[in-house]
C-alpha cells in the first residue's frame, strides 16, 4: 500500500523543485508566483464586471466584491485544472524515472498536486491581503476553507493517478483533457452565481463536482455561511472512492510503461 509519508522527504523535495523549476530562469523569479494571480484576478474583473456586467444578487455592486467572488471561483477550478491539464503527460515527462526499480512512480501525481496546491497557497494570500486593504478581516469561516477543498483534493489525486496512467497508452488523451477543460471553466459558475440560470440548468450545473465545492468556498470565504456537511461528506466519500480506484488503475498499469515508452 502506498502511504505517502514514507516518502515524505522525496515528496517535499521534489515539490520544491517543481514550484521552482517554474521561474528558473525569469528575472522576478518566484515572484510570478503572486503576480499570476493578482493580474488574473484584475482582467478577469474588468472582463466580467464592466464589459459583460454580471452582478451577484447577494452582493453589493462593488467591483472589489466581485473580483473576490470570481478569485474564489479560479483559486478552485485552478487547482483542479492545473492538475488534470499535466497529468496525462506526467509519466511521458519523467520517462526516466520509469526504469528506475527503486523510484516510487506513483509519488509524480501527489507532486504534482503539491505544487498545486503550493500555487493556491499563493493565491490564498493574494485574496486575504486584497479582502484585509478593502473589507478588512475576513469571516472566520474562513478557517473552513481546506476542510471545503478536502474533497477536492482526493478527487484531483484520484484522477491524475487515472489520467497520468492512461496518458501512457492513449497519447491524445492530453489534448481532450485541454478541451474539457476550456468548457469546464465556464461550467463551473466560476464567473457567474449559479441561481443567475433557469432552475433547469441549475440541477445540471450541480452535476459538475466543481460547482458545489467553488459555491461552498465562496460561502466560508466571503458570506461566512458554514457549509453543509451532509454533501460534503457526500463528496468527501466519492473523491476517496475514487481516489482508491485511480491508485489501483495506475498500479495495474504500470507494468506495462517501461514496455510503452
Known amino acids: 500500500m502506498f502511504r505517502p509519508w514514507r516518502h515524505r522527504e522525496l515528496l517535499l523535495t521534489l515539490i520544491e523543485r517543481e514550484v521552482a523549476g517554474r521561474y528558473r530562469g525569469s528575472i522576478v523569479g518566484i515572484l510570478w508566483s503572486f503576480l499570476n494571480p493578482l493580474l488574473m484576478l484584475l482582467v478577469y474583473t474588468f472582463v466580467f464586471s464592466v464589459l459583460f456586467k454580471v452582478r451577484w444578487e447577494s452582493a453589493s455592486d462593488s467591483k472589489p466584491q466581485f473580483a473576490l467572488l470570481v478569485f474564489t471561483g479560479m483559486l478552485v477550478f485552478n487547482l483542479f485544472s492545473e492538475c488534470l491539464v499535466q497529468a496525462p503527460?506526467?509519466?511521458?515527462?519523467?520517462?526516466?524515472?520509469?526504469?528506475?526499480?527503486?523510484?516510487?512512480?506513483?509519488?509524480?501525481?501527489?507532486?504534482?498536486?503539491?505544487?498545486?496546491?503550493?500555487?493556491?497557497?499563493?493565491?490564498?494570500?493574494?485574496?486575504?491581503?486584497?479582502?484585509?486593504?478593502?473589507?478588512?478581516?475576513?469571516?472566520?469561516?474562513?478557517?473552513?476553507?481546506?476542510?471545503?477543498?478536502?474533497?477536492?483534493?482526493?478527487?484531483?489525486?484520484?484522477?491524475?493517478?487515472?489520467?497520468?496512467?492512461?496518458?501512457?497508452?492513449?497519447?491524445?488523451?492530453?489534448?481532450?483533457?485541454?478541451?474539457?477543460?476550456?468548457?469546464?471553466?465556464?461550467?463551473?459558475?466560476?464567473?457567474?452565481?449559479?441561481?443567475?440560470?433557469?432552475?433547469?440548468?441549475?440541477?445540471?450545473?450541480?452535476?459538475?463536482?466543481?460547482?458545489?465545492?467553488i459555491e461552498s468556498s465562496r460561502d466560508v470565504l466571503i458570506w461566512g455561511v458554514v457549509p453543509d456537511f451532509g454533501p460534503w461528506l457526500g463528496q468527501l466519500t466519492v473523491a476517496g472512492i475514487v481516489a482508491v480506484l485511480g491508485r489501483a488503475w495506475f498500479e495495474k498499469s504500470r507494468q506495462g510503461f517501461a514496455d510503452v515508452l
Do not use: E
Open 89 to 213: 503527460g506526467l509519466i511521458l515527462n519523467h520517462a526516466n524515472y520509469v526504469k528506475k526499480v527503486v523510484f516510487p512512480l506513483q509519488i509524480l501525481p501527489c507532486v504534482m498536486l503539491g505544487a498545486a496546491l503550493f500555487q493556491t497557497l499563493v493565491g490564498f494570500i493574494v485574496w486575504l491581503v486584497f479582502h484585509l486593504l478593502v473589507f478588512g478581516l475576513p469571516p472566520l469561516t474562513t478557517l473552513l476553507f481546506p476542510l471545503v477543498l478536502l474533497p477536492l483534493v482526493l478527487f484531483t489525486l484520484g484522477l491524475s493517478w487515472l489520467l497520468s496512467a492512461l496518458g501512457v497508452y492513449l497519447r491524445d488523451i492530453g489534448q481532450v483533457i485541454g478541451v474539457l477543460m476550456s468548457a469546464l471553466m465556464l461550467l463551473s459558475g466560476v464567473f457567474y452565481p449559479v441561481n443567475a440560470l433557469p432552475a433547469i440548468y441549475q440541477h445540471w450545473l450541480y452535476m459538475n463536482p466543481l460547482t458545489l465545492v
